[in-house]
T-cell receptor, first 111, second 114 residues
Framework: QKEVEQNSGPLSVPEGAIASLNCTYS??????FFWYRQYSGKSPELIMFIYSNGDKEDGRFTAQLNKASQYVSLLIRDSQPSDSATYLC???????????FGKGTHLIIQP | GAVVSQHPSWVICKSGTSVKIECRSLDFQATTMFWYRQFPKQSLMLMAT?????????EQGVEKDKFLINHASLTLSTLTVTSAHPEDSSFYIC??????????FGPGTRLTVL
């Protein structure tokens, strides 16, 4: 059974600091990984995806993937209060599979 | 780009009635659409995957006769909750994907069954 694990938090980070969110997955067949941000009562919005080992940067966000360790992370630089949300990690097995989501990490950026 | 809409955004219905939720990709053709359900303080759970013109693939534990999915075109998928009951009250979210691109989510439909 595919599982994606995240620490539910809350993770509290001061404004301007780097927020580090982590995720592990059980299915070695998972090919692609996604980070979504979800505000309370809203649907998820895509931040970025990664499918190759290493780092991928997009603005203030950096996703990291280590397939050997089955580990995915998201770094948010220069954290802003508006980054406060639940961050969902999801894995996809390729083809037409849907996403397997973790339970999300609640991030709080303290002004 | 990559805008997905859902309608209605919220619905309240009586137990035993059926509710239809529409999911549309507005600026791209979605080869695959997905339906998720999210209960309060829980993560999204995939219900089914649908490809245009073919039958939906349901996840284990999801009743296909209760949750009817139709993917009539490359821009429209519908989910019908038949004979809804209070335990079906949830946040239903669709997503759409074009080929190998990421999934983009609709804004969700909050269903409350009285």
């Amino acid at each position: 059974q595919k599982e994606v694990e995240q620490n539910s938090g809350p993770l509290s980070v001061p404004e301007g600091a780097i927020a580090s969110l982590n995720c592990t997955y059980s299915d070695r067949g998972s090919q692609s990984f996604f980070w979504y941000r979800q505000y309370s009562g809203k649907s998820p919005e895509l931040i970025m995806f990664i499918y190759s080992n290493g780092d991928k940067e997009d603005g203030r966000f950096t996703a990291q993937l280590n397939k050997a360790s089955q580990y995915v992370s998201l770094l948010i630089r220069d954290s802003q209060p508006s980054d406060s949300a639940t961050y969902l990690c999801a894995g996809e097995g390729g083809g037409a599979d849907g996403l397997t989501f973790g339970k999300g990490t609640h991030l709080i950026i303290q002004p | 780009g990559a805008v997905v809409s859902q309608h209605p955004s919220w619905v309240i219905c009586k137990s035993g009635t059926s509710v239809k939720i529409e999911c549309r990709s507005l600026d791209f053709q979605a080869t695959t659409m997905f339906w998720y359900r999210q209960f309060p303080k829980q993560s999204l759970m995939l219900m089914a995957t649908s490809n245009e013109g073919s039958k939906a693939t349901y996840e284990q534990g999801v009743e296909k006769d209760k949750f009817l999915i139709n993917h009539a075109s490359l821009t429209l998928s519908t989910l019908t909750v038949t004979s809804a009951h209070p335990e079906d009250s949830s946040f239903y979210i669709c997503s759409a994907r074009s080929d190998a691109e990421a999934q983009y989510f609709g804004p969700g439909t909050r269903l409350t069954v009285l």
